[in-house]
C-alpha cells in the first residue's frame, strides 16, 4: 500500500490497518480501523460514525501511547473506522486505534498488526480494561473468517468460550508493542475453562399444601408454558415461583451461549465462570421502568430484563403494581421470543424466548381470606384487570391459590416431593418434546406455533366437543385454542404417551381458564 502511494506520487504519508469488532445488540461485524498520517499541523480526526466514547479515544490513545513509552508521532492523524455507515459503540476500539497509529508510524510492523483482531479500552497509563460483549464480538470474528484475536486479561475466560478463535490476553499496550516486534512471552495464554459450582436453588419440599399449584408448576416447567398464580397474600405464589428454576433441566451449549452473550453485553458475567449454564432467573421490582424491562437505550442500547431472563424465567411480582404500558410491552417478545429495539441511532435485536410468571393479589387490600376483604367489586375488577386480556390471553396456565390451611401448615415436610424427583419427570417429558420437535428449532411445546401443532395432532371427537363448546361459550380465543393444545402435549409428555387423551385435553383446558384441574 505504501509502494503504491509513492507510484502515485504521495509523499510524507503513512498507513496502517488493524481490525476490531462492532456489536449492535450481539451481533457483531468485523470493522476496519485505518491510521493515515500525513504532514501537515498536528491533529487527530476520528471519523466512521462513532459515538462520543470513540472520538474521545484519540485522547486515552495519545496518553496511552506516551505513558507506555512510544513517541506520539506529530503528524495530521486521520483515523477512520469502516464500513463507514456502520454506527460504532464504545471503547471497545481503543486496543486497534493505537496499534494502528503505531503502525503506521512504523513502531510496529504493519502486516503483524494486521493479523489479529483488537478489543480492548485503554487507560490513561497504557493498561488494557475489560469492555462488554467479548463473547459476542469473538463470535463474529470467527463468522468473517479470522482465526485470532487479542483480548483483555480480565476478559480472556469469557473469550475461551468462542471456539474456533484463537485468544490471548494483553494487560498493557507495551506489552502488545513487544509481542508485536517480537518479544515472545508478552501476551497470556487462556487456561482452560472453569466449570461454575451448581448454587444451591430453593427447593420444592419447602412448599406446603398448594398441590394443584405444585401440579400447574411442574407442567409450566415441563413444558415451558406462561404461569399466572393468582391468591391471597402468604399462600406461596412467590416461594412456588422462586423454585420453578430447579425443575428446568441445564441449558444445552448452544442456548448456554446465547445466554452468555446477552449477559456479556449487559455485563454481569462472573469473571472466572462466565458460562451461564442454567435457566437464569429474572425477578424485575414493580416500579421498573419499559426501558429496563424491555431493554433501550439512546447511545448504547441495553438489554432488559426480558433479554436477561432469555431461555430462563421472567418473574412478575405484585404483577398489578407493574404499569400497564410495561405489562403489555411483554406481548410481542412472548409471542415472537425477540424484541426489536429501534432508535434514531439504529435498531437492536436481542433473544428473548422466556417463560413468564405472574402473581398477584386478588385485590389491593389483600385480605387473607375473602370473608375480611373490604374491597367492593367494583374495585376487585379494576385491579386484576391491570393485567390486560391480550397479555392474559397469551399465559397458558392460571391458577387459583387458596389461603393455607393450619393443616398445610404443621404438615411434615417428608409428605412432599422434592424438586430433584420432579426434575426427573420434567427432564424425561422435555426430551419426549425435542424427539417430537426433532428437525426443527423448537425445544418446548410452549414454541411451536398452532399450525404446526394441528399438523401432528388433532383433538378427536370428545376433545374436540370440550374445546367447541368453551370457544362458543367465550372463555376460549383462537390463539386460547392452540394454547390449551400445546398444553395437552405437555400433559401427555409428562404422562409418558405420544398423543393426548381426553384427559389432558380436559386438563388443559381447566388450567387455561383458571379452574382446578385436579
Known amino acids: 500500500m505504501l509502494a503504491l502511494r509513492e507510484r502515485l506520487g504521495v509523499v510524507g504519508v503513512a498507513l496502517a490497518r488493524t481490525w476490531a469488532v462492532a456489536l449492535a445488540g450481539v451481533a457483531g461485524q468485523l470493522v476496519a480501523v485505518e491510521a493515515d498520517l500525513a504532514n501537515g499541523l498536528p491533529a487527530v480526526t476520528v471519523i466512521g460514525l462513532g459515538d462520543v466514547a470513540v472520538t474521545q479515544a484519540r485522547d486515552r490513545v495519545r496518553s496511552a501511547i506516551v505513558n507506555s513509552g512510544a513517541k506520539w508521532p506529530e503528524r495530521r ?35 503483524a498488526a494486521g493479523e489479529m483482531v483488537l478489543i480492548g479500552e485503554l487507560g490513561l497509563d497504557g493498561r488494557v480494561h475489560p469492555v ?29 468460550l468462542a471456539t474456533g478463535v484463537r485468544v490471548r490476553g494483553v494487560a498493557c499496550l507495551g506489552d502488545l508493542v513487544a509481542y508485536l516486534n517480537g518479544e515472545r512471552g ?36 415441563a413444558g415451558g408454558h406462561h404461569l399466572a398464580m393468582i391468591g391471597p397474600p402468604g399462600a406461596g405464589k412467590t416461594m412456588l415461583a422462586a423454585r420453578l428454576p430447579g425443575l428446568l433441566p441445564p441449558l444445552s451449549e448452544e442456548a448456554a451461549l446465547e445466554v452468555t452473550a446477552v449477559h456479556s453485553v449487559a455485563g454481569n458475567l462472573d469473571d472466572e465462570t462466565p458460562l451461564v449454564t442454567h435457566p437464569p432467573f429474572i425477578e424485575p421490582h414493580h416500579s421498573a421502568s419499559l426501558a429496563a424491562l424491555v431493554g433501550g437505550g439512546s447511545s448504547f442500547i441495553r ?36 424484541v426489536l429495539l429501534a432508535r434514531a441511532s439504529g435498531a437492536v435485536r436481542y433473544p428473548a424466548r422466556f417463560q413468564l410468571v405472574l402473581a398477584a393479589n386478588p385485590c389491593p387490600c389483600a385480605a387473607a ?27 397458558d396456565i392460571r391458577v387459583d ?38 428437525g426443527t428449532d423448537f425445544t418446548t411445546n410452549a414454541e411451536v406455533p398452532g399450525p404446526v401443532v394441528r399438523r401432528l395432532w388433532r383433538p378427536g371427537r370428545r376433545e374436540a366437543a370440550l374445546l367447541d363448546r368453551a370457544v362458543r361459550v367465550g372463555r ?28 389432558d385435553v380436559a386438563t388443559a383446558l381447566a388450567l387455561r381458564c383458571g379452574e382446578n384441574a385436579w
Open 303 to 338: 438489554p432488559g430484563s426480558v433479554s436477561l431472563a432469555h431461555r430462563g424465567v421472567l418473574f412478575l411480582d405484585e404483577a398489578p403494581e407493574f404499569r400497564p404500558t410495561v405489562l403489555d410491552a411483554l406481548r410481542q417478545p412472548m409471542e415472537s421470543g425477540a
Open 369 to 395: 381470606k375473602d370473608v375480611d376483604c373490604t374491597c367492593a367489586s367494583g374495585v376487585r375488577r379494576r385491579y386484576l384487570a391491570r393485567l390486560s386480556g391480550p397479555l392474559m390471553d397469551r399465559v
Open 476 to 503: 376460549l380465543t383462537g390463539r386460547g385454542y392452540d394454547r390449551v393444545l400445546r398444553l395437552a402435549l405437555t400433559s401427555a409428555d409428562l404422562g409418558g404417551r405420544e398423543l393426548p387423551s381426553e384427559t
Open 77 to 111: 492523524i486521520t483515523l477512520a473506522l469502516s464500513p463507514a455507515a456502520l454506527p460504532k459503540r464504545g471503547a471497545g476500539f481503543d486496543l486497534a486505534l493505537a496499534i494502528a497509529v503505531l503502525a503506521a508510524a512504523e513502531v510496529v510492523p504493519t502486516r
Open 401 to 438: 391459590l387458596a389461603a393455607l390451611d393450619l393443616r398445610a401448615l404443621v404438615s411434615d415436610e417428608a409428605d412432599q416431593e422434592c424438586s430433584a424427583v420432579i426434575a426427573v419427570r420434567v427432564l424425561a417429558a422435555r426430551e419426549r418434546a425435542q424427539h417430537r420437535w426433532a
Open 132 to 160: 462488554r460483549g467479548t463473547l459476542p464480538s469473538l463470535m463474529a470474528v470467527k463468522a468473517a473468517g479470522r482465526t485470532s484475536a487479542i483480548v483483555p486479561v480480565a476478559n480472556l475466560a469469557e473469550a475461551t
Open 186 to 221: 508478552r501476551l497470556i495464554d487462556p487456561l482452560p475453562p472453569i466449570r461454575a459450582v451448581p448454587k444451591s436453588l430453593p427447593d420444592m419440599v419447602d412448599v406446603l399444601g398448594q398441590p394443584e399449584a405444585r401440579r400447574a408448576l411442574e407442567l409450566a416447567a
